[in-house]
């Protein structure tokens, strides 16, 4: 079973900037393209940014593409999401998830990936 552990989320003013970081249990976790995720209250959750397996091909959601930059270290099995101009719009918890299909496609439906975190929460006050 792959285990998906997220941190890095904290309460920040708008204009700051955050790292998160995705901690993957096992050699097979490497193995995924990796998704992030998040999920503002009362609202559904959205796809953010998709890394593909090599970490060379990103994509991201429109209202974070300029801000939001994820990448990934193998090695060390883990996955990252810088976050900079923060904004109270993206006020949310944030997830890492996992895509177990062998695809070239980054994929951003919620019900295509099949390994997720707990989340961390980022605050941002205006």
């Known amino acids: 079973q792959v285990q998906l552990v997220e941190s890095g989320g904290g309460l920040v003013q708008a204009g700051d900037s955050l790292r998160l970081s995705c901690e993957v249990s096992?050699?097979?976790?490497?193995?995924?393209?990796m998704g992030w995720f998040r999920q503002a209250p009362g609202k559904e959750r959205q796809f953010v940014a998709a890394i593909t397996r090599s970490g060379t091909i990103t994509k991201y959601t429109d209202s974070v593409k300029g801000r939001f930059t994820i990448s990934r270290d193998n090695a060390r099995n883990m996955v990252f999401l810088q976050m900079n101009s923060l904004q109270p719009e993206d006020t949310a918890v944030y997830y890492c998830?996992?895509?177990?299909?062998?695809?070239?496609?980054?994929?951003?439906?919620?019900?295509?990936?099949?390994?997720w975190g707990q989340g961390t929460q980022v605050t941002v006050s205006s």
């Open positions: 096992g050699r097979t976790g490497s193995s995924y393209n």
């Open positions: 998830a996992g895509d177990v299909q062998l695809t070239l496609t980054l994929r951003s439906a919620q019900a295509q990936y099949e390994y």
